[in-house]
């Protein structure tokens, strides 16, 4: 299993750019969901999904979509990128059980806005 | 929102020491999580704990819920457990966001 895959890992974008950070999983996890971490400020929820088309906001989901077509992917979208959302984007995946359901994270995307 | 608060946020101690990390949260939660996140920036699930007690070798976790908090024990330090430590909770209405804390910094010295 390759776990839970973000790509790319590096990305600089020019205000007012779009783009899509990729995140895909294979095992079968019907929870998943993108945080972003900034210095002193942990990892904020940006989106979540609970299964395929089912998506959910979280913390801080202005200037972010997503959906959610299948159940191993769960593609987050910057429509007009501005400086604020320089940071590192974490997808996480897990399943539903609420008995034994640690979250997995992909390895990050490192974002900078200029 | 429920508001999940980490202490202390950083913490500085020498090799072979233990240490004690704290989570308070201030809502009920279904479940309650610990992660390391190491020096390259992964992030690793240590414990998924939403009551009792767990151990895994030197870390071990405990979590009252009844009086929201958990506690994260890292025995005999060693210079690999430096990094970053996050709780993270599963709000208690059931929609399933999964909100973490700001961290401990932990940085063990040789």
């Known amino acids: 299993n390759a776990g839970v895959t973000q790509t790319p890992k590096f990305q600089v974008l020019k205000t007012g750019q779009s783009m899509t950070l990729q995140c895909a999983q294979d095992?079968?996890?019907?929870?998943m969901s993108w945080y972003r971490q900034d210095p002193g400020m942990g990892l904020r929820l940006i989106h979540y999904?609970?299964?395929?088309?089912?998506?959910d906001q979280g913390e801080v989901p202005n200037g972010y979509n997503v959906s959610r077509s299948t159940t191993e992917d769960f593609p987050l979208r910057l429509l007009s990128a501005a400086p604020s959302q320089t940071s590192v984007y974490f997808c996480?995946?897990?399943?539903?059980?609420?008995?034994?359901?640690?979250?997995?994270f992909g390895n990050g995307t490192r974002l900078t806005v200029t | 929102g429920i508001q999940v608060e980490q202490s202390p946020p950083d913490l500085i101690l020498q090799e072979g020491a233990n240490s004690t990390l704290r989570c308070n949260f201030s809502?009920?939660?279904?479940?309650l999580q610990w992660f390391h996140q190491n020096p390259w920036g992964q992030l690793i699930n240590l414990f998924y704990?939403?009551?009792g007690t767990k151990q895994n070798g030197r870390l071990s976790a405990t979590t009252v819920a009844t009086e929201r908090y958990s506690l994260l024990y890292i025995s005999s330090s060693q210079t690999t457990d430096s990094g970053v430590y996050f709780c993270?909770?599963?709000?208690?209405?059931?929609?399933?966001?999964?909100?973490f804390g700001k961290g401990t910094r932990l940085h063990i010295l040789p």
């Open positions: 999904s609970v299964g395929a088309g089912i998506t």
């Open positions: 095992m079968n996890h019907e929870y």
């Open positions: 993270a909770v599963e709000v208690g209405n059931r929609d399933d966001k999964i909100i």
């Open positions: 704990i939403p009551s």
């Open positions: 809502d009920s939660v279904n479940n």
């Open positions: 996480a995946s897990s399943y539903l059980d609420r008995f034994n359901s640690p979250l997995h």
